[in-house]
């Protein structure tokens, strides 16, 4: 397996406050990983660290083989792509001419740009000024901007938030075939349907900790109880654990006209990570 992140025991401190207190992951290439936790857990300075826009205060932190004191070199920059809320577009310019500034930066071929805007939908929208675009679409064109160059890394914080459902539809799409290209995608999300669509390796992060670590599948799994859930048609439900003295009781639901639905307990990722923190993601 080739190691293209790795963080040791990385802690950062701010001012009054420890935000990070020993992470510990490392990130294969070609894999999705996410970075899973509510507000202030610790995500954004976890990507910013990575991305060389601040500096650990303890631990070994290395992508690409560069330590993070080489992180500002031009050669590691142009080997990352980066989405967040600092990345910007020139709103007076057409989407045309912001693309054709970073096109030019990175020398890559129109070509290219014509293909991202398509595999985003825009490409009908070239010619707009960006002021004028919606959120939606300019959080396409920022994610077009962050892969022109065709980065080996990508960083995404919370590349979704706050969209609607189609416009994230596009945007899973794109990440789906920019990984099949074989890039590495960091991201980070409130969102654990996104998690679970996108990601083979998912990290709990709360309080600047990680908390569990492993592919959505396997997190599902392993907090998964022996649970028998039923759904009655009055909206009420039932939970009967699998037990052999529970069996009249599980037979009789099996029969029961109104019960409209039985199924094994099988947690979605938000409810393992409430298992997991005693904390809603949102
Ligand atoms: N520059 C800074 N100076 C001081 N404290 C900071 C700084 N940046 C982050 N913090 C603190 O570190 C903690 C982690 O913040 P961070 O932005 O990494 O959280 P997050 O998980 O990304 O949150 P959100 O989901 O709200 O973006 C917070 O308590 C925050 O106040």
């Known amino acids: 397996m080739e190691r293209v992140i790795i963080m040791e025991n990385v802690k950062k401190h701010f001012a009054n406050e420890e935000a990070l207190r020993g992470i510990t992951f490392e990130i294969a290439k070609g894999e999705v990983f996410g970075l899973l936790g509510p507000s202030g857990s610790g995500k954004t300075t976890t990507i910013k660290i990575l991305t060389g826009e601040l500096e650990p205060s303890e631990g070994r932190v290395e992508v690409l083989g560069h330590s993070h004191e080489t992180f500002n070199s031009t050669q590691y920059v142009k080997s990352l792509g980066i989405l967040s809320d600092n990345s910007s577009l020139y709103e007076r310019l057409t989407v045309k001419d912001n693309l054709a500034l970073f096109r030019k930066l990175y020398s890559t071929e129109q070509t290219k740009v014509n ?168």
């Not at 990508?154 to 416009?167: N, Q």
């Not at 799409?173 to 969102?191: C, D, E, F, R, V």
């Open 115 to 282: 293909q991202v805007l398509k595999d985003v939908g825009l490409e009908e929208h070239i010619n707009k000024k960006v002021k004028d675009l919606s959120k939606g679409m300019k959080q396409r064109i920022l994610l077009c901007k962050a892969v022109l160059h065709e980065p080996e890394v990508l960083f995404l914080d919370e590349p979704t938030s706050a969209l609607d459902p189609v416009t994230t539809d596009s945007i899973h799409a794109m990440l789906l075939k920019i990984k099949s290209q074989g890039t590495t995608i960091m991201l980070t999300t409130h969102n654990m349907d996104e998690a679970t669509a996108l990601c083979d390796t998912v990290a709990f992060l709360n309080s600047g900790t990680v908390i569990d670590m492993g592919s959505p599948e396997s997190l599902r799994q392993a907090y998964k109880t022996n649970d028998i859930h039923i759904t009655y048609r009055n909206g009420t439900t039932r939970h009967i654990p699998r037990h052999k003295e529970n069996r009249s009781q599980l037979e009789n639901a099996l029969f029961d006209p109104e019960a409209v639905n039985i199924e094994s307990d099988y947690p979605t990722l938000g409810e393992v990570f409430k298992k997991v923190t005693g904390k809603e993601l949102v």
